[in-house]
C-alpha cells in the first residue's frame, strides 16, 4: 500500500515538472509548492508527532522514514529539473554556437566570391 | 535501388555541390584531405568544431572556407552548421558529408553526386559492405554489423551500413533535416528522417581507408553503446 502511494507520488511529481519546465506560469507554480513545502516543514517542527501520524496513516511505522523517503523523492525531482535545465541551457548554446558560425562562414563568402 | 552503376565521375561539373567536412582537431590531415577533395569539387567548406590545433587555418590555407564553432558540439552539430550554411546560399543543389580523417575518397563523393543527379534522389550514402574493399577488424564490422540490425528493424531502411560518414544529400532534403543529435547519433537520425519522410535514397558501396591515424581518430566501438543509450533517451 504504501509503495503504490510513493510510486503514484512519483509518477505525479514527474508529470507536473515535464508540464511546468518551459511553461511560463512556472514561476508562480513553484513559489506555491515552496511555500506548500515550507509550510509542511514548519508543521513537523511544530507537531514532531504528526509525521509518525501521518505515517502511520499511509502504512509506513515511522515518521522518520517517511521524511526518508520524501527526502529521496525530492532529491530525485531536484536530479531531473537539473538535467533538464542543462540539457536545455547546452541546446541553447549549441544553437547560438552554430548559427554565429554559420552566418560568419557565409558573410565571408560573400565577400569573398 | 540499383546501388552499383557506372556513372562517370567527370559527367558534370560539380559547382553546385558544397562538400561539409566537419573537423574536430584534424591539424596532421586536414591540409591533405581538403587538396584531395578540392580536386573534384570546387565549395569545400571545413567546420572547424572547436579545434585547438589550428585546424581551420590550415583547411583555409589548402583552399577551403571554414566555419568556426567558438566551442567544440561534437559531429552531429557541425553537420548541422554546414546543413544551415548550405540552406544559405542559393547555388548549393548537393550537399556532401565527408570524413575529415582522411578515410573517404573524392572519387567516390563524385561517383555518388553524379548518381543522385542522374536518378533525382533526395539521399545517397556510401557503404562499407555491399561489395567495396573493407579492412575493418573483426570486433568494428561486428559492432556495425549489430548497430545495422537495429537501425534496419527501428527505422525499416534496408541499409547496410549506418554510420558512414559519406553521404550526398539534396538541397531539399537538407533543408528539412534538422539534427538535434550533436553527438555521433546523427548517423541515425539522418536515417530516421529519410525512412519519415520517405525520401528516395541509395546506397553506394565506396572505399574506407583505416589509416592508422583514422582508427586512432575515429569513433570507439564501444561508442555504439552511447549512441543507443541516447536514442532510448530522447
Known amino acids: ?53 501521518v505515517a502511520n496513516r499511509m502504512g509506513i511505522g515511522r515518521g522518520a522514514d517517511l521524511i526518508l523517503y520524501l527526502t529521496a523523492f525530492g532529491l530525485m525531482f531536484l536530479a531531473a529539473v537539473s538535467y533538464l535545465r542543462s540539457r536545455s541551457i547546452e541546446d541553447r548554446l549549441a544553437h547560438l554556437v552554430s548559427k554565429q558560425a554559420a552566418d560568419d562562414a557565409v558573410a565571408r563568402w560573400d565577400t569573398r566570391a | 535501388m540499383n546501388g552499383a552503376s557506372d556513372v562517370a565521375g567527370d559527367s558534370l561539373t560539380f559547382d553546385d555541390v558544397l562538400v561539409v567536412i566537419p573537423a574536430w582537431n584534424e591539424a596532421p590531415v586536414i591540409e591533405q584531405v581538403v587538396k584531395s577533395v578540392l580536386i573534384e569539387f570546387p565549395h569545400v567548406l571545413v567546420i572547424d568544431d572547436g579545434s585547438s590545433d589550428g585546424t581551420a587555418e590550415l583547411a583555409a590555407a589548402a583552399g577551403a572556407r571554414t566555419a568556426v564553432h567558438a ?17 544559405q546560399l542559393p547555388w548549393v543543389r548537393w550537399v556532401v558529408t565527408f570524413d575529415a580523417d582522411g578515410q573517404h575518397l573524392a572519387g567516390d563523393a563524385a561517383r555518388m553526386v553524379d548518381i543522385a543527379r542522374r536518378d533525382n534522389l533526395d539521399v545517397v550514402l556510401g557503404t562499407r559492405f555491399s561489395g567495396g574493399t573493407t579492412n575493418a577488424g573483426r570486433w568494428r564490422r561486428m559492432t556495425l554489423r549489430a548497430a545495422t540490425a537495429y537501425t534496419r528493424w527501428s527505422t525499416g531502411l534496408k ?17 528539412r533535416l534538422h539534427l538535434r543529435e550533436r553527438g555521433m547519433g546523427h548517423a541515425s537520425e539522418i536515417l530516421d528522417q529519410i525512412a519519415e519522410q520517405s525520401a528516395q535514397w541509395v546506397e553506394v558501396p565506396v572505399d574506407i581507408t583505416y589509416t592508422q591515424y583514422s582508427v586512432a581518430k575515429g569513433q570507439p566501438i564501444s561508442n555504439a553503446v552511447t549512441i543507443l543509450f541516447d536514442r532510448l533517451m530522447r
Do not use: K
Open chain 1, 1 to 53: 500500500m504504501a509503495s503504490l502511494i510513493l510510486i503514484i507520488l512519483v509518477l505525479v511529481g514527474v508529470f507536473v515538472l515535464w508540464r511546468l519546465s518551459g511553461s511560463a506560469h512556472g514561476g508562480a507554480a513553484r513559489r506555491l509548492a515552496f511555500l506548500a513545502f515550507f509550510g509542511v516543514v514548519v508543521l513537523t517542527i511544530a507537531f514532531p508527532e504528526t509525521t509518525t501520524v
Open chain 2, 71 to 87: 566551442l567544440n558540439l561534437g559531429q552531429g552539430g557541425a553537420l548541422a552548421t554546414g546543413l544551415d550554411v548550405a540552406r
Open chain 2, 159 to 175: 541499409v547496410t551500413d549506418t554510420h558512414n560518414g559519406l553521404r550526398v544529400l539534396s538541397r531539399e532534403f537538407a533543408a
